[in-house]
């Protein structure tokens, strides 16, 4: 078996340590991406906090274990029960909560465990990851946000931290900042409320979109809400989209595990491919809103977002 990895923070002087963390051990390999939401006072951010318990349940129990059979809702009741001690422990005020995307191996099967938009690609064609709903919504309002501010004076980077702000905290936060006026929030409510109503209902997209993503935890393993996804953190974990499968080990020649801050997937095999790729997209789409949308863009001092990638070779 041949692994070969890279991870790398949003800082673009990688100074500044990231919410992604990776687990490399013999019998497991996987990567994790903790939820941005400011720091601890310790320091350490909510999402590095999920993200390396996460890993350290896993480690822990590939260490001492065959973890083909443990039922998926045993490892996670583990992981859960780790991140509320780690929670505690920092006195953090946010929640803390990751993605999770992971194999672990015997001599005869794979078996792959993802939650969230992390992912696992088995030889170089089938994807296994989970996007949800409620980043689209987010993604949508942000770049009309993004678009109407960037027709100002402001500099791109002013343009991308108001945007940001304006999306974590909402678009009530925008207009009584004086950011945006109330005719631009309402018209960015019904274009989205409109554009995903075979989704969620308008006065629910609306609700979410005044108050930001500093809510959308409220979401987070809620099988009664039509934005309901699965979530690592503290709270019994919604299974709904829990991808859970068992590959014959013959059957898979590569896995390549990558976070959300690749936006675009490689034909090719290699780190080398991925990193190419994420070149190509801050040079197609520096903003992230027009080829590769997302809910954050690249500025001068950070990209969107952190980024990792394990390729395994299974021979």
Known sequence: MQISSLTFPKDRTSRQAGDDS???????????????????????SPG???????ASVLGEFAATRSMTDIPATEIFSAIREKISQTEKLLGNTFRASTTMAVAFFDADT???????????????????????????????????VFNLLKEGDRSADE???QTRRISFQGLDCGVSEGILGETDATRICSLVSERYADIVAPQQTEAFLR??????YMYANRPDHPLGYSSINCDPILMDD??????????????????????DIPNEVSVSAWEKAFDASESIDFHKTKSFPSVKGSTSKEFADDRSVIVVRNS
């Open 159 to 161: 343009v991308e931290a």
């Open 48 to 54: 590095q906090a999920a993200s390396r318990s996460a």
């Open 211 to 216: 108050t930001g993503i500093r809510c959308q």
């Open 110 to 144: 794979i078996r792959l465990l993802v939650v969230g938009d992390s992912g696992i690609r088995i030889n170089g064609n089938q994807v296994y990851r989970t996007l949800k709903p409620v980043d689209d919504l987010s993604t949508t309002a942000r770049i009309e």
């Open 22 to 44: 990776l687990l490399i051990l013999p019998g497991i390999c996987g990567v994790f991406d903790g939820a941005s939401s400011g720091a601890t006072g310790s320091g350490i």
């Open 242 to 263: 829990v991808i859970d499968v068992i590959r014959p080990t013959v059957e898979v020649e590569t896995l390549e595990f990558f976070t959300d801050g690749y936006f």
